[in-house]
């Protein structure tokens, strides 16, 4: 079993950062890859970015590629989401996933473990 918790969500204006961090607890997660989704209201979860558990590849989806850095430190069992140039359309809650599978994930089903989600506002 892998627990997730996320934190850093927060309220900031168009054209702030911040950053998101997701500690897991439990198994060894330096084997696990880990994904970051989004869920805004009425819409579906949508995948973000992920992180291989080796060699540290990643992947993002178009709509963040160039603002967004997912980076992960293994001692700490934590991955993060740094999120730069943020615009009202990243508003929702954002989750983090992890899972032994894939090397880079990118799909909600592909996932095993995930958080409880922090909240993200991006104001105009």
């Known amino acids: 079993q892998v627990q997730l918790v996320e934190s850093g969500g927060g309220l900031v204006q168009a054209g702030g950062s911040l950053r998101l961090s997701c500690v897991a607890s439990?198994?060894?997660?330096?084997?696990?890859?880990v994904g970051w989704f989004r869920q805004a209201p009425g819409k579906e979860r949508e995948f973000v970015a992920v992180?291989?558990?080796?060699?540290?590849?990643?992947y993002y989806a178009d709509a963040v590629k160039g603002r967004f850095t997912i980076s992960r430190d293994n001692a700490k069992n934590t991955v993060y989401l740094q999120m730069n140039s943020l615009k009202p359309e990243d508003t929702a809650v954002y989750y983090c996933a992890a899972d032994a599978g894939a090397i880079l994930p990118k799909r909600v089903s592909e996932y095993t473990y995930w958080g409880q989600g922090t909240q993200v506002t991006v104001s105009s």
């Open positions: 992180i291989s558990w080796i060699a540290g590849r990643t």
């Open positions: 439990g198994r060894t997660f330096n084997s696990y890859a």
